[in-house]
């Protein structure tokens, strides 16, 4: 079966520019989480989604905004884009939410540069 | 404040040999403990984990041991293999953080052939 899918792979903005990036879950996965990853913070939670609801946010600016539509896909949106939000997204995909994540998948990721 | 803490961030490792890494937590509500392996390129994908009630757990060459008074676990690779090369990442959650999880900052490995 399909895994996640996030689109798109790499990305170059501008700093000030905004930024939507997209996460497709696996096909009857209903959580979707976000992470950013990295070198000098490693993986750091985002947020969480299920059934189109937040559940969880990490500690991020309000910059860092999400979604969730009916079918489960994820955006997330990053408005004025500093040069320390160039990193990694990841969207991890899970059947149910509140299983200590055993169920997590991730995506590839899409890479974001801001200069 | 960095809630788990892994070591160390590199590692070399001859082929054969038993890869060690370590990860210490602070939250003693965490009762999830996954592993996690990133190829570059790739998202991590989950390894082998543990719940507290067990001391250790072991799939084919992956092993975690569980010490819940210290504090620590730690993830052991027998008979390490170059296709082992890759970064590893501790994680800890709690059941009623949904799925959110907290990364140790990671351990490149390197098997040496």
């Known amino acids: 079966k399909a895994g996640v899918t996030q689109t798109p792979r790499y990305l170059i903005k501008t700093r000030g520019q905004q930024v939507t990036l997209s996460c497709s879950p696996i096909s009857g996965h209903r959580s979707v989480s976000w992470y950013q990853q990295t070198p000098g913070q490693g993986l750091q939670f985002l947020f969480e989604y299920f059934s189109e609801t937040q559940r969880n946010k990490g500690n991020f600016p309000g910059r860092f905004s999400g979604r969730q539509f009916s079918n489960s896909r994820s955006e997330m949106n990053v408005s004025t884009l500093e040069l320390g939000d160039s990193a990694l997204y990841l969207c991890a995909s899970s059947l149910v939410i509140g299983q200590g994540a055993s169920g997590y998948t991730f995506g590839s990721g899409t890479r974001l540069t801001v200069v | ?113």
């Open chain 2, 1 to 113: 404040q960095q809630q788990v803490k892994q070591s160390p961030q590199s590692l070399i490792v001859q082929k054969g040999g038993i890869s060690i890494i370590n990860c210490a937590y602070e939250n003693t509500a965490f009762d999830y403990f996954p592993w996690y392996q990133q190829f570059p390129g790739k998202g991590p994908a989950l390894l082998i984990a543990i719940r507290p009630d067990v001391s250790e757990k072991k799939e084919g060459r992956f092993t975690i041991s569980f010490n819940k008074s210290a504090k620590q676990f730690s993830l052991h690779i027998m008979d390490s293999q170059p296709g082992d090369s890759a970064t590893y990442f501790c994680a800890a959650t709690t059941n009623n953080a949904g799925n959110m999880l907290t990364f140790g900052g990671g351990t490149r490995l390197m098997v040496k052939p």
